[in-house]
């Protein structure tokens, strides 16, 4: 007997229109933002898998609180209510809101970091990484072996090897180490998941050293059903309560609201220590703003506490997750090489695999964006050289292991026809893909270069 196929738990009330554009007409679009989809004009792309960050549909229920948002400088009621649901939900007494996700490492790692200091992590996410560097600390990648290999099979990719982890720690001593950032799920290893038992291990070793444990949550609720599918004693518990026990190990978190908090922008810290609390709201008030909306609106804040709770119903995280499965095997099927297993937020194609002629310092994962969106008028980003950048010392291209096209699927935005679309379009770059040349690098920002460069073709 087939199962139950799954479907959206909501219907459509109001449309944006997608222009389309002749193939021509986007092999000029192209040509004229010198090779980078980032200048691309976003009414120029028919299909945007650029980001899932700050892109996905607000519910009814989201603009209704839009409306109520209550304003005031000080003690608003919208605030309050984010506040609650944060305490309700994620088990978190004192909250400090931010303008996003970035902002919100900004200020607790403000307190919390020194120079010199190492910060052990599983592949932190390029903001945590720079906020961590810019501090002149160590950002520490303590992953699994299995997170670096493309096919590898691991039900939980973003899980940290425990003996690496404590091994550094004692290596290093325990007085440079103030901090250890667990990022559920790790977005960098390909919005893989973290296991509980990890998590629960992983706070083992803090504790036995006395550090406190902060999770970057940006996709805590993507990372909680992954948990309830795939591992053993918690299929039939909801995801409010796996969500509750994750954050239970946490002594602080950050949270980029962009992603599954389903608003536009904003971000908060979560925190249980009433003293490093204190310490954050003086940098929370100097960066951000007051501590009752720290660069929020409170519409945004009123959005936003009703965004939390939605992102934690089963049904939605199921039919989410189940389109980018649906992507990910209709595009295995076509014989098109991924990494695997498939992520939360995003289906990442191995360049390598499929351009094998390019060699790395050619930017395959580039041209095979560059060639997507001529075919299909489909945008999704390089996670690849480009990205990578040059070392900051010798500046030589820092080839990374992988060589990535990420196509991440916005929340609640796109059908399945929508999906059948950029499969065609990705098969359209694949019977041709011998004849697809390399490009080389115009201009380039002495760092950050993949939102600016300009390319031209080999
Ligand atoms: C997006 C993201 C951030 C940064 O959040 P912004 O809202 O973009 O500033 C941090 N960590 C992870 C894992 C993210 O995905």
């Known amino acids: ?16 229109p997608l222009k389309t554009l002749s193939r021509d007409e986007r092999m000029q679009k192209i040509e004229n933002a010198e090779y980078n989809l980032f200048n691309l004009k976003s009414e120029d792309v028919f299909i945007d898998l650029l980001t899932d960050s700050g892109t996905g549909a607000m519910s009814d229920r989201q603009w209704s609180a839009l409306m109520q948002g209550d304003e005031s400088y000080a003690g608003s009621r919208s605030f309050l209510a984010l506040k609650e649901t944060v305490k309700n939900l994620l088990g978190f007494p004192f909250m400090l809101p931010t303008h996003q996700g970035r902002a919100a490492e900004n200020v607790l790692l403000s307190a919390l970091l020194k120079e010199d200091d190492y ?12 906020h ?23 039900p939980f990719k973003g899980n940290i090897d425990c003996k690496k982890l404590e091994d550094f720690i004692v290596k290093v001593g325990v007085n440079k180490v103030p901090v250890v950032i667990l990022t559920v799920t790790c977005n960098t290893g390909g919005g893989q998941p973290v296991s509980m038992q990890n998590i629960k291990d992983v706070s083992a070793v803090c504790k036995k050293y006395n550090i406190p444990l902060m999770f970057d949550s940006a996709r805590f609720a993507e990372n909680a059903y992954f948990i309830k599918q795939r591992e053993d004693g918690y299929q039939d518990k909801t995801i409010k309560e796996i969500v509750k026990e994750m954050f239970n190990y946490a002594d602080a978190m950050t949270m980029s609201s962009k992603k599954d908090g389903i608003v536009n ?18 940098f929370n008030i100097m960066f951000e703003g007051f501590i009752t909306y720290g660069g929020m609106s409170g519409r945004d804040m009123a959005a936003l506490a009703v965004g939390l709770d ?20 209709k595009l295995k099927e076509a014989g098109i090489p991924l990494l695997e297993p498939f992520g939360g937020h995003a289906i990442y194609v191995d360049a390598k695999d499929f351009l094998p002629h390019i060699p790395p310092t050619q930017y395959p994962a580039q041209v095979l964006g ?26 030589e291209e ?61």
């Open 1 to 16: 007997m087939k199962s139950m196929p799954y479907a959206e738990p909501w219907r459509i009330k109001m449309i944006e």
């Open 310 to 329: 939605e992102a934690t119903e089963f049904d939605y995280l199921h039919a989410r997750i189940s389109q980018i499965e649906y992507l990910g095997n």
């Open 265 to 282: 922008i904003g971000g908060f810290i979560g925190l249980k220590d009433e003293n490093l609390y204190r310490e954050c709201t003086v």
């Open 119 to 130: 910060v052990p992590g599983n592949a932190h996410f390029d903001t945590t990484k720079g």
């Open 398 to 458: 820092r080839v990374p292991k992988m060589e990535l096209l990420r196509l991440a699927i916005p929340r609640r935005v796109y059908t399945n026809n929508h999906m059948d679309m950029i499969v065609w379009g990705l098969q359209q770059v694949w019977e041709n893909r011998k004849s697809r040349t390399g490009l080389r690098i115009k201009y380039e920002a002495p760092i950050m270069r993949h939102f600016t460069a300009t390319f031209e073709k080999i």
């Open 132 to 154: 961590i560097e810019f501090r002149k600390a160590h950002a520490i990648d303590c992953s699994i072996d299995e997170a670096g290999e493309v096919r590898a099979y691991h």
């Open 370 to 395: 560059v060639e997507l969106y001529i075919e299909s008028g489909v945008r999704a980003v390089e996670i690849g050289t480009v990205l990578a950048d040059r070392d900051p010392v010798t500046r």
